[in-house]
């Protein structure tokens, strides 16, 4: 308990939050008094402070292992704009710039140093470090070490050896995918077999979930952004070649957006990625390339412009949207043909037979969750391993997808592929039920069975919607190096009219949150709120800083909420600490008490 009282001290006075959220505090405790341990919580959900608040109590220098050199240069500019002692080593940096790292260093000025795994397994590096005291090793984006993982990087794998440098040092592994495969990687490959796992729940509360039928991709898109200009957002690809397309398209239609896949060099690359971290209102279209750690606060949209190949790939991507808390958007836009491109893709990789089956079950989760029938957030947790309510506000649960009863177009369905011998693909089978005496339908003499024309009033389109659900909800089978639609166990008891078959109708509507702006009240808080915006993009510019490492948007709203009337009252906004309010404290008061005469 002694540790607790300085821990939340750490937190008030330093960070400016009131309060520890969920098993931090606890984590915290674990760390401090020695611990070591593997901390599973969604993304964010404030995994950094885990280790940050530690590395400010314990003698001696914090490493923090991360993936990518532009995190710990964006994590690392957050702390030191709260007074922290934080540095990064990297190759990519002047060499006077690591120079005068090593200088902290040695000076034992240093609380947390941000390293790579290459950095951290390298011997020279190694023997240098060792002569320090190390009061913790932070291994952030844990999950990196799995090769069932979607960012396997096999460097992490080789962080087993800092258990054996240094063994009575306490590691902390840290990760937002939760799988039971990854987390027995990490356990196994970081050492941590014998110490416990702190995990919270993964539900983001902010967060409102909707998929769309793909019907015109780009204008659901433009239509989409249409309605949150001004916000920052990511739209997800399939591809590189469809991200630079897109990138485009949006530029010509006057939407301000950057562009980030592994096809572009590392210098256009980071420097799109900076664009966007310090942008508030920007648009980055990216392939899975992107992402991975970012830690951009006001993302309020993710935008899968094509569905994810897997559902973890999913929920990370989505979940980069609303990590300051505030309401935020996850977005599918899905259809058949991305169905056929990812099968297809699984199918022609090396992967071995075991790893292909584990990518299929993962892809048929993701189009379940899409096709769901029932809430999307209990269909997503689930995945999980959670159980939950249904969530009262995904657009499935408002209302916004309504059922029928297609027991008998399904019966329809099946019977033909069955009469088919189930050796056709979805054109053929569709042709025959609208009775289109297609060439190859001729050919094949198709037009002689029985249920040739039997859904003639159907269009072609809606019967690939419910072929596509009837896939989703497991009752066909596709063979994929084919195309040839089969049944399965679960396709008798339809036939025999035993199981009733619910389908989705298309919803026109998407799903619709007030607009950011409407907390703003009156005219007063408008413009004040117009000049702390104003304020904040002069104060990035000036610091070479992102817009929430100067102030997070949600201590912006605390700001014009409480309207805090002299620099005592500011101490308690959100994310305000001493290094802030020494800093800007009466600049704020200023803007907000002469009402924004800057
Ligand atoms: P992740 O778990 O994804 O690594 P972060 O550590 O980046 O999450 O935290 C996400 C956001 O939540 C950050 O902006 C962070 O400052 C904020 N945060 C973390 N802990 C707290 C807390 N106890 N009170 C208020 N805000 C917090
Ligand atoms: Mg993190
Ligand atoms: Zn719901």
Known sequence: MSNTVPALKVLNQVFGYPTFQGIQEEIIRHVIDGGSGLVLMPTGGGKSLCYQIPALILDGITLVISPLVALMEDQVASLQELGIAANYLSSMRELDDNHGVFSQIRDRKLKLLYITPEKATNEWFINFIANYKISLIAIDEAHCVSHWGHDFRPEYQRLTLLKKVFPHT????????????????????????????????????????????????????????????????????????????????LNKSNIAA???????????????????????????????????????????????????????????????????????????????????????????????????????????????????????????????GEESDDCGYCDICLGKSLTFDGSVLAQKILSTIYRLQQRFAITQVIDVLRGKASIAVQVWEHHKISTFGLASEVSEKELRRVIRQLYSQGVIDIDFSTGALKLNANSLPILRGIQPVLLRKNPNKSLELPQNSVWLKTELEERTYQNLLNWRHRMAILHKVSHHAILSDRSLRELILHRPQNVSELKDIYGIGQAKLSRFGNELIDIITLNGCV
């Open 170 to 249: 306490p590691r902390l592994a840290l990760t937002a995918t939760a799988d039971y495969y990854t987390k027995v990687d990490i356990q196994h490959y970081l050492d941590l077999k014998n110490t416990p796992i702190f995990s919270t729940s993964f539900n983001r509360p902010n967060m409102y979930y909707a998929a769309h039928e793909k019907n015109n991709g780009k204008k659901q898109l433009l239509n989409y952004i249409g309605q949150h200009k001004s916000e920052s957002g990511i739209i997800y690809c399939n591809s590189r070649k469809r991200v630079d397309q897109i990138a485009e398209f």
């Open 258 to 384: 950057t562009a980030y896949h592994a096809g572009m060099d590392s210098l256009q690359r980071s420097n799109n990625q900076k664009l966007f971290l310090q942008s508030s209102s920007m648009v980055m279209v990216a392939t899975v390339a992107f992402g991975l750690g970012i830690d951009k606060p006001d993302v309020r949209y993710v935008y899968h412009l094509d569905m994810p190949r897997s559902i973890d790939h999913f929920y990370q991507e989505s979940g980069r949207a609303g990590r300051d808390g505030i309401g935020a958007f996850s977005v599918v836009n899905y259809g058949f043909k991305e169905i056929f491109e990812l099968s297809q893709m699984i199918l022609a990789s090396e992967a071995s037979e075991i790893k292909k089956r584990y990518e299929f079950d993962k892809l048929k989760k993701m189009i379940a969750y899409c096709d769901s029938l029932t809430c999307r957030r209990k269909a997503l947790l689930q995945n999980l």
